[in-house]
């Protein structure tokens, strides 16, 4: 059974810092990784979509690498601002079963002025 | 613009009463997805639907209930089996002609009164 766990749970650090988030994967038989910003009390905006046969993507400030063999991908943030506060949640899609979305259970970010 | 739309954003129940929480896409997605959040948890997956007239249960599916009349409705019915229906719900879909991203709704926040 896939299993997708993210380290850490919450993470607070000062404007400006470029800042790495992880997630982790059991079983690497994955068809693509997505990466979702939550803001509270709302629903799931999607940031970045790794496919399986990709090893990273990028979209502004945000860069976001696969590593299948080792069951991981991180989530870059370069010069961290306030606004980027939010949790951060990744989702496998795994190959046996394409249309079911298992998510790992996020990283409280705080970025303070 | 395309999207997909939950409705109540807030919805109260008392207790033993059924309750349907509203899901509409206008993206022409096959897959629909309903996912339950807890403070401090991940997101569990209650049901999916890759087609119309069809569905599968998924991890927490107990207490509650779906139908897939229209390709683009997935409303889920949150009956009075289910014992502790406060939480945060989510909807989201997928394209599944293809490796792509899944889309979420904002939410809806069900409270037991």
């Known amino acids: 059974k896939q299993e997708v766990t993210q380290i850490p749970a919450a993470l607070s650090v000062p404007e400006g810092e470029n800042l790495v988030l992880n997630c982790s994967f059991t079983?690497?038989?994955?068809?693509?990784l997505q990466w979702f910003r939550q803001d509270p009390g709302k629903g799931l905006t999607s940031l970045l979509l790794?496919?399986?046969?990709?090893r990273e993507q990028t979209s502004g400030r945000l860069n976001a690498s696969l590593d299948k063999s080792s069951g991981r991908s991180t989530l870059y943030i370069a010069a961290s601002q306030p606004g980027d506060s939010a949790t951060y949640l990744c989702?496998?899609?795994?190959?046996?079963?394409?249309?079911?979305?298992?998510f790992g259970t996020g990283t409280r970010l705080q970025v303070f002025p | 613009d395309g999207g997909i739309t939950q409705s109540p954003k807030y919805l109260f129940r008392k207790e033993g009463q059924n309750v349907t929480l509203s899901c509409e896409q206008n993206?022409?997605?096959?897959?629909m997805y309903w996912y339950r959040q807890d403070p401090g948890q991940g997101l569990r997956l209650i049901y999916y639907?890759?087609?119309?007239?069809?569905?599968q249960k998924g991890d927490i599916a107990e207490g509650y209930s779906v139908s897939r009349e229209k390709k683009e409705s997935f409303p889920l019915t949150v009956t009075s089996a289910q014992k502790n229906p406060t939480a945060f719900y989510l909807c989201?879909?997928?394209?599944?002609?293809?490796?792509?991203?899944?889309?979420f709704g904002q939410g809806t926040r069900l409270t037991v009164v």
């Open positions: 079983d690497s038989a994955i068809y693509n």
């Open positions: 790794i496919q399986s046969s990709q």
């Open positions: 639907s890759q087609i119309v007239n069809d569905f």
């Open positions: 989201a879909s997928r394209d599944r002609a293809g490796n792509t991203e899944a889309f």
């Open positions: 993206l022409n997605h096959d897959a």
């Open positions: 989702a496998v899609l795994t190959r046996y079963n394409t249309d079911k979305l298992i």
